[in-house]
């Protein structure tokens, strides 16, 4: 018998297909297009071979004039990167287009294929703006600009899609501005926003064809609503015979205007229905023209060809000057700014394509050797390509993928992009007989989720309360993410991700929704979502297979079922859930629960049905109080979180739970019509359309000078050509910096091996420690005291170690990842608590002594004394959270060590210094710039040096130009923020509340280096007084020492620490005595002649008494206090706090008398033109606008005849940092000298033409003369000179040059069940003297505010417990976003005593009596946190606690921040109680603050 030959060798086992032998046969049969088809801004574009590794935001930013699209994040939570998608709109089944506004930073490149791509650029220009960029212009809202245009493009989608071309009709409500989400993916950190608004609202108050008509339906939001329409529609005529309240003014304001008080509406007013503040505020005056007029006196310079001879100057051509007012203001009428606009014409827009309209998507695969992108074009190609490679990674919003390539380190190396498949993308909307019979819903998986929110609405509307599941989904959805995010991402995205804080999920699994996913093996299958979430981020879905659908279950006609859904967050606006819930239960016809459905979010590892709570619940009568306890019971059962539980907030979470259950118990039962309920229980944080004043009159304006004129550079800011540091263009060779940073706190460096990144594509070369020369690599701002690089050991974690260089910026940052570093860990110190215990300070020995204290006899102080109250008090830090993060660019010259160093930094000569220092250059070949920064707030005055020295010392060796821009989260980890800090504190009164002594320690936590921690508690201490008298003072300052990041300068530089304090004790003494605050303030103020605990006199500008009269009238304090009081007497779940508080701040460089100087130089060309440079830098704070008035007030010539083209240390040596408010002051006065000069000079010339002569002719004449037209100005701050330690009275020199003063006063409303709360209004009143511009001082005002208010409420700093920065991002570190700022809120400046006459600031010697103003109101934003204190305390005394602050057991706390869990937690009720936590022993919080 002939047998078979065995096989020689062993079967090879089946094997797993690699990626290129799946894919080639697809690509070959199928994906045949490797090149993307699209429009740019109207131009037809092809995108070959394009770079896979780039989202949109990489492609649009390497298109040499495309810049204005920036990177403020990198992970969709700053909307900086917005750009418009258009593209066609299928859903209506008409020819129709939507507008899309998207993330560029995180949305694929390959997702633009067949669509139009709009860029800030595309809309308009310098020379053709957009309407909206000439409004936001004109209306103030762009400071440092560089949110600017992703707000511009935000508003274009939602201002494109308003209007219906075919019927010409245009529908847009303040309600749809406001309330309907359009602006909440964006941030702005300087503009607090109103004017943002205001210049969108100007789209309403226009009347584009009188065609508002869904405005009017909306009708919800009340009054506002219908006077928008009436006055679109009949102008003034309509409304009532007062100013109508339109945005900017209306035709009836006028100077003598008086009754103000139907101006404008909420819909959920403050206590007392006055909206607006002093009677005789008025605003701006605003028109639309179609030619608007121009100021003469302020812009109409003309220049003409310089002349050489002796000819006339009239004899060669004059040419209009156009370079520096951009937005040219129309004047004003009697002090009241005029402004106009060109007219809207929405048919002039940018149009759709028409070769898009005919486009047919081709299947798309591109790519390299790393990653490959395909683009199947139906579902049936995306399941081919899945089951041939089921690695392959979908790619729908990319809104949780592109944050995972960025920031977790995911490489997906095949990946398919799937929002553009018909089946997956489209949902329709069924009809009303569909509807009448339907049993569900069904969503297409990946249709866009604000296209889900569309359409859950008009279910709702159609179905009713069958729907009800949809309108739960419909509210999730309005606060899921930002408004770009929501355009893109989708629910199969979310419902995949599986993430625990899911906000859709809750619903879908409360409702009990059906997935439905489809693979090539096993065709479609339903797969329950109750059973799809396995584990933390893991679920059933099978490899090979696509979400397809979701099935939502309606309940049948007539069936008792209530879902909700709830959500809480840091920010109501764009923030992931803190605990998110949807509840449903069904009850038969006699109340009994049949069926429930709780479900948790943010309460364990996936999201989580409560099985205990459930089974408690069902068979019992819902609407019972017993079942309400059993229920709250139940979910202590279900979610026993422990004390450390990852995430942190125990405590929170837990009464979180049970808030919400007690909210839907309630709901639910008013839903059903049970019987009577607390409706109190059931309203949630509601805000309104916000209104408010800026008191635009001013009295005291000249030709230039205190005019509104807006910012010189915001037209470009708008429309994307003004330049940051990255968008400078490219230069040949250039290399681009990546920051090897450690990733431990404290530890000693064992190894540093750089040699795999030197083997990373496109890395060039790396410097570390060892590049600098000896004894260099030492730097600090005050003192030497921090490594450039770190040196054998590292001290916070983000330290940098040493910086890779490389081709790209991508490159050198996947370079730097790639240094393998081993670290011996070591013990360190977060906190100040820590720091204390370990005595780790820096040296300061700075101590203020007043009175007794000066002779070391306190003790005979506190004998005096009727009451001693005494406590510790903490407050957080904040993260500057500057749009533009550090930047900068180093051009070296082939010639004696020259180098250009572009930097964003506030301060030009100490980045020469140390640029000079690490490259051996001297100080004269090291040219620092700076044109503008996108935003600072005292986080470029020194934490930037470094930067441009790691790019200086590569440029060095290399001999190429190097450019680096920080991510987001490099950024916060590095740049350090405002100190967090802390008092201890001892206060003495006399029974009626007179202050008699006050002692503390003040610490504040300075990080691993001291930067100028000192010079901050310096201030902090000097401003513990606020503005009370007390005579016996004895401070002491101390600076801790910790392993975080070395905290710096920020807006107020200790000084609202200082403040906090100080009101704190306050109304620690007001409780103490049960007296009230306001009287126990009054009692305290200092009078003339009194003298601080630094020993300055209080002189004759104390304006503080006239301030807290003033707006105490004109906010109608006294009886919106009183109206507080009755609102909390019959209000349960909702408290209503008000405050009303004052300030001063000090102005001058405190201690640091050399930094009070300043230089300008100013060059007259023989045309006339004036080119102006000084030593102050433009980070948005209008300082060059500024600087450029008072030039051209003093020269006698129009505005636009002066140029300022950047900060340079070439041009102005020695230059102190643009900060300590002092920017105006300083620079201002150098300016005024320099013109001084030349108007000396000018003289004899001004005398011989004739009066009317222009500058142009008198320059000419002069240079003819041989007259020297450039002059350098110079000043130093007099008077000032405070030395530490003098303690006599007569001898001591004042430490500041004058205080600039104010006061705030805001009322808020807090969910007691939540901890949510809303600023109802607030009233601000600044006294800055003779404002040089009360435009830009009143951005200052409002901006200052709210980033104060951010500061004292919602902005939280945290850190793990080894030390790394928790909050490094939008997404967990929280910024106030447009729904955050009061809802009414209004500006005012002082100016009048109270008889009316007019102040003159006898005392204050400054430029054109001006004060400085960028940081004095932020400390006004702690009237908010005062306000919450108030409404807690009123909680408190509801519930029976105590009122009294204190760490004993029973007594309560509120430390700033005021966050959402410290007020809930504080609100000391039963559901507080029942959620209570136990602390096990040795047991620590999840996160840190470190205060
Ligand atoms: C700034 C920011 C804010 C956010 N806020 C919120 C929030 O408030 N609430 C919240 O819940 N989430 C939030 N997210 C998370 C994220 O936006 C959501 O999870 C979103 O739904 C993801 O959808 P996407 O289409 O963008 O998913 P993608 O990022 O494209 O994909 C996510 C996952 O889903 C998979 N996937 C996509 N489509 C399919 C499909 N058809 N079949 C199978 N798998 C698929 C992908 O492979 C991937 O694993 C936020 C994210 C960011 C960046
Ligand atoms: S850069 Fe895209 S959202 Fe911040
Ligand atoms: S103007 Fe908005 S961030 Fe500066």
């Not at 949807?582 to 709780?598: K, Q």
């Not at 130009?961 to 980890?973: C, G, V």
């Not at 100013?1162 to 004036?1170: L, Q």
């Not at 030039?1191 to 636009?1200: K, N, V």
């Amino acid at each position: 018998m002939a047998l078979p030959i065995p096989p020689k060798t062993a079967a090879k086992p089946p094997h797993a297909l690699s990626a290129a032998e799946a894919l080639t046969p697809l690509i070959e049969a199928t994906y045949t297009s490797p090149a993307i088809h699209c429009y740019v801004n109207g131009h037809r574009t092809v995108i070959d071979s394009p770079n896979p590794h780039w989202t949109l935001l990489d492609y649009i930013r390497a298109q040499p004039h495309l810049k204005g699209t920036k990177l403020g994040c990198g992970e969709g939570g700053c909307g900086a990167c917005t750009i418009v998608l258009q593209a066609p709109d299928t859903s209506s089944g008409k020819r129709r287009i939507k507008h899309r506004a998207v993330n560029a930073c995180l949305f694929p490149l390959v997702g633009v294929d067949g669509k139009h791509v709009i860029t800030v650029e595309g809309i308009g220009s310098v020379a053709k703006p957009h309407a909206l960029q000439e409004r936001i212009t004109k209306l103030h809202g762009s400071q440092c600009g560089f949110c600017t245009p992703g707000i511009v493009m935000s508003l274009y989608a939602m201002v494109r899609n308003a209007y219906d071309p075919e019927t010409k009709r245009f529908s847009l409500s303040a309600r749809d501005i406001e309330l309907e989400g359009h602006l909440d993916g964006n941030l702005c950190r300087c503009t607090g926003y109103k004017p943002i608004l205001n210049a969108a609202k100007t789209f309403i108050v226009e009347d584009l064809k009188g065609q508002l008509t869904e405005a009017e339906e909306k009708a919800e939001d009340g009054k506002l609503a219908r006077e928008v329409v009436g006055l679109a529609r009949n102008g003034c005529e309509g409304l009532p015979k007062v100013s109508c309240g339109r945005v900017g003014g209306c035709c009836r304001d006028a100077p003598s205007e008086s009754d103000s008080e139907n101006k404008s509406s909420t819909s959920t007013p403050p206590t007392e229905p006055s909206m607006t503040s002093t009677d005789d505020q008025v605003s701006a005056i605003v028109d639309t023209k179609k030619y608007p007029v121009v100021d003469s006196l302020v812009s109409g310079a003309s220049y003409a060809d310089p002349l050489k001879s002796k000819e006339s100057a009239g004899a060669a051509q004059e040419t209009k000057t156009a370079t520096s007012l951009e937005a040219p203001v129309a004047g004003s009428k009697h002090g009241v700014p005029l402004i106009q606009f060109q007219e809207y014409a929405p048919d002039a827009e940018l149009i759709f394509p028409s070769a898009l309209w005919k486009y047919e998507l081709q299947p798309l695969c591109y790519g390299n050797d790393k990653k490959i992108w395909f683009r199947p074009t139906n579902l049936e190609q995306l399941l081919e390509l899945k089951d041939a490679y089921p690695s392959v990674k979908l790619v729908g919003g990319a809104s949780e993928i592109q944050v995972e390539v960025r920031f977790k380190n995911s490489d997906f190396a095949v990946s398919a992009y799937v929002s553009d498949i018909p089946e997956l993308k489209h949902t329709k909307l069924p009809t009303d007989t569909e509807l009448e019979n339907a049993k569900e819903l069904v969503l297409a998986a990946n249709t866009p989720l604000t296209e889900i929110e569309a359409l859950c609405r008009q279910v709702y509307a159609k179905l009713g309360k069958r729907a009800i599941v949809l309108e739960a989904l419909r509210k999730q959805l309005r606060y899921f993410a930002g408004r770009q995010i929501r355009n893109v991402a989708s629910l199969a995205g979310n419902i995949a991700t599986a993430s625990p804080i899911s906000d859709a999920n809750p619903v879908l699994l409360a409702a009990g929704a059906t997935l439905e996913v489809v693979s090539k093996s096993e065709g479609s299958v339903d797969l329950p979502i109750s059973s799809f979430f396995v584990a933390y981020r893991t679920t059933t879905l099978p490899p090979d297979a696509v979400l397809s659908r979701v099935r939502i279950p309606l309940p049948a006609p007539g069936v008792r079922e209530v879902l909700k859904a709830y959500k809480q967050a840091k920010r109501k606006d764009d923030d992931i859930a803190i605990v998110t819930a949807a509840f449903r239960i069904r009850l038969d016809s006699e109340g009994v629960v049949e069926d429930a459905c709780l479900v948790y979010g943010g309460m364990a590892p996936t999201t989580k049905v409560s099985p205990k709570t459930q089974e408690a619940l069902v068979g019992r009568r819902w609407f019972h109080s017993e079942t309400l306890n059993a229920g709250l019971s139940a979910l202590l059962q279900d979610y026993d979180l422990p004390y450390g539980v990852p995430g942190g907030m125990a405590d929170y979470r837990k009464t979180l739970t049970l808030s919400f259950f007690f909210r839907f118990w309630h709901e639910s039962a008013a839903e059903l019509g049970l019987g009577e309920v607390d409706n109190q229980a059931i309203d949630e944080i509601h805000r309104a359309i916000s209104t408010g004043t800026r008191d635009d009159y001013n009295p005291f304006e000249q030709r230039v000078v205190g005019k509104q004129i807006a910012h010189l550079s915001a037209l470009k800011q708008c429309t994307g050509e003004a330049e940051y540091i990255d968008d400078i263009p490219r230069f040949e060779q250039e290399l681009f910096g990546g920051l090897v940073l450690s990733s431990k706190a404290h530890a000693n460096l064992v190894s540093v091996d750089w040699e795999p990144a030197l083997a990373m594509p496109g890395a060039v070369g790396y410097i570390d420690k060892n590049s600098l020369p000896e004894g260099q690599n030492i730097w600090g701002s005050i003192k030497k005291d921090e490594p450039f690089f770190a040196d054998g050991k590292v001290s916070h974690h983000g330290q940098v170690i040493g910086m890779v260089y490389g081709e790209t910026a991508l490159q050198a940052q996947a370079a730097a990842k790639a240094v393998k570093i081993e670290y011996e860990v070591l013990p360190a110190i977060l906190t100040i608590d820590e720091a204390i215990e370990a005595r780790s300070y820096f040296q300061h020995d700075k101590l203020l002594r007043k009175g007794l204290a000066i002779t070391d006899e306190m003790d005979e102080a506190w004998a005096q004394c009727d009451r001693i109250f005494e406590g510790q008090t903490r407050m957080g830090g904040q993260e500057h959270f500057y749009l533009e993060t550090n930047a900068a660019l180093v051009i070296p010259s082939g010639e004696d060590g020259c180098m250009e160093v572009w930097s964003s930094t506030q301060n030009t000569m100490e980045t020469q210094e140390f640029v000079s220092a690490v490259t051996g250059v001297p100080s004269n070949r090291i040219n620092a710039r700076v044109k503008r920064l996108g935003g600072g707030f005292g986080g470029k005055e020194s934490r930037s040096v470094p930067f441009a020295c790691y790019l200086a010392i590569a440029a060095k060796k290399e001999k190429r130009p190097m450019r680096l821009m920080l991510n987001r989260d490099e950024d916060m980890l590095l740049s350090g923020q405002r100190h967090p800090v802390q008092a201890r504190w001892r206060v003495g009164v006399s029974k009626e509340g007179k202050l008699i002594a006050l002692d503390a320690d003040v610490y504040d936590n300075a990080g691993f280096s001291q930067d100028m921690s000192g010079a901050v508690m310096d201030r902090c201490i000097t401003h513990f007084d606020n503005v009370y008298e007390c005579p016996n003072v004895f401070l002491r300052g101390h600076v801790c020492k910790t392993n975080i990041h070395s905290n710096t300068a920020y807006r107020g530089f200790g000084a609202p620490q200082g403040m906090y304090f100080s009101e704190t004790i306050m109304y620690n003494i007001a409780e103490g005595l049960g007296m009230d605050i306001d009287e126990l303030r009054w009692k305290n103020l200092y009078k003339i002649g009194e003298h601080t605990p630094f020993l300055q006199k209080i002189d004759e500008d104390w304006h503080i008494p006239l301030l807290l009269e003033q707006l105490g009238r004109s906010s109608h304090y006294e009886k919106r206090k009183a109206a507080v009081a009755e609102f909390n007497a019959k209000n349960r779940w909702k408290k209503r706090g008000i405050s009303l508080i004052p300030t001063k701040f000090g102005l001058s460089f405190a201690t640091a008398l050399h930094l009070n100087q300043a230089s300008a130089y100013i060059k007259i060309y023989a045309d006339g033109s004036v080119l102006l440079h000084h030593g102050g830098t433009e980070m948005g704070q209008g300082l060059y606008t500024k600087m450029c008035q008072i030039a051209a007030q003093e020269l006698g010539t129009p505005l636009d005849a002066i140029f300022t083209q950047d900060s340079q240390t070439y041009q102005i040596a020695n230059a102190s940092p643009t900060a300590a408010s002092s920017g105006s002051d300083l620079n201002g006065m150098a300016v005024k000298d320099a013109c001084d000069q030349l108007n000396e000079r000018l003289q004899p010339y001004r005398e011989k033409l004739s009066k009317d002569a222009t500058l142009k002719e008198i320059a000419h004449a002069a240079y003819l003369d041989r007259v020297n037209l450039a002059a350098n100005g110079f000043w130093k701050m007099p008077r000032v000179g405070f030395t530490w330690g003098n303690y006599d009275i007569e001898t001591v020199k004042p430490m500041y040059y004058y205080f600039t003063q104010g006061a705030g006063c805001s009322e808020v409303e807090v969910d007691l069940l939540t901890g949510d709360h809303t600023v109802l209004r607030t009233d601000l009143m600044m006294d800055v003297g003779n404002s040089i511009n009360p435009a830009i001082d009143y951005g200052q005002i409002e901006g200052a505010f709210v980033q104060g208010q951010g500061l004292f409420t919602i902005e939280e700093t945290l850190w793990t417990r080894n030390g790394e920065l928790f909050t490094r991002g939008p997404g967990t570190y929280k910024i106030p976003g447009f729904s955050d700022i009061p809802q009414v809120f209004n500006v005012s400046l002082l100016r009048h005593d109270n008889d009316g006459k007019p102040l003159n600031w006898n005392h204050l010697r400054s430029v054109q009596s001006s004060k400085g103003i960028g940081e004095p109101p932020l400390f006004l934003g702690s009237t908010v946190f005062f306000a919450l204190r108030e409404a807690v305390k009123a909680a408190r005394k509801m519930n029976g606690t105590r009122i009294e602050e204190g760490t004993e057991e029973g007594k309560w706390k509120l430390d700033s921040p005021a966050t959402a869990e410290r007020l809930r937690l504080a609100v000391g009720d039963d559901l507080v109680r029942r959620a209570k936590v136990k602390r096990n022993k040795g047991e620590t919080n999840f996160l840190v603050a470190v205060a």
